[in-house]
T-cell receptor
Framework: DAKTTQPPSMDCAEGRAANLPCNHS???????VYWYRQIHSQGPQYIIH???NNETNEMASLIITEDRKSSTLILPHATLRDTAVYYC?????????????FGTGTRLLVSP | GAGVSQSPRYKVAKRGQDVALRCDPI?????LFWYQQALGQGPEFLTY????????KSGLPSDRFFAERPEGSVSTLKIQRTQQEDSAVYLC??????????????FGPGTRLTVL
């Protein structure tokens, strides 16, 4: 399984952009990068995913480097409710379904 | 329903007891997943169902763990003769299809199992 590396924790001031990095140097050409987040005592929540192009939705932007070995999740205007653990995942296709292999993630703390 | 629901939300069991954890996926979702999340760790895959068929159970830690989805909707994860190391949050997720680039998994809130 392609592995991801994320910093264990990051801090961000409320209203500022939060940029969460992820390394996935062993990613294969047909593997997607997914981001989920988990707020305390809740199940993980899907944020965004991409293959090789940058992606944007109402929650965040995903910037993937040209060599696809790393990516950055951008929360443009972080709020206190964005405090959570953020997981960068390389989706593994296994026997016809997508298995999510979570790491330990980045704990983002947004402060006033 | 609005999302994936799980019951009970909390379960305390004495070592050696059997427990059953229930998952109600989003209506119409073909795929159903169970994950185990130990304290301070990310979720770990346990098993996968496509409708009623259990296609992958490679993540089940021992033969004390058993999952079923007999009618292709509700699923139950059963743990027999619980041990302290089984203490964790058990997460259920469902997705609409089986493959494709936008096959988002929707997670339930989890069941926190504590084995004394």
């Amino acid at each position: 399984d392609a592995k991801t590396t994320q910093p264990p924790s990051m801090d961000c001031a409320e209203g500022r952009a939060a940029n969460l990095p992820c390394n996935h140097s062993t990613i294969s050409g047909n593997e997607y990068v997914y981001w989920y987040r988990q707020i305390h005592s809740q199940g993980p929540q899907y944020i965004i995913h991409g293959l090789k192009n940058n992606e944007t939705n109402e929650m965040a932007s995903l910037i993937i480097t040209e060599d696809r070995k790393s990516s950055t999740l951008i929360l443009p205007h972080a709020t206190l409710r964005d405090t959570a653990v953020y997981y960068c995942i390389v989706r593994v296709d296994s026997a016809g379904f997508q298995k999510l292999v979570f790491g330990t993630g980045t704990r983002l703390l947004v402060s006033p | 329903g609005a999302g994936v629901s799980q019951s009970p939300r909390y379960k305390v069991a004495k070592r050696g007891q059997d427990v059953a954890l229930r998952c109600d996926p989003i209506s119409g979702h073909v795929s159903l997943f169970w994950y185990q999340q130990a304290l301070g760790q990310g979720p770990e895959f346990l098993t996968y169902f496509q409708n009623e068929a259990q296609l992958d159970k490679s993540g089940l830690p021992s033969d004390r763990f058993f999952a079923e989805r007999p009618e292709g909707s509700v699923s139950t994860l059963k743990i027999q003769r619980t041990q302290q190391e089984d203490s964790a949050v058990y997460l259920c997720a469902s997705s609409l299809g089986t493959s494709g680039s936008s096959n988002e998994q929707f997670f339930g809130p989890g069941t926190r199992l504590t084995v004394l």
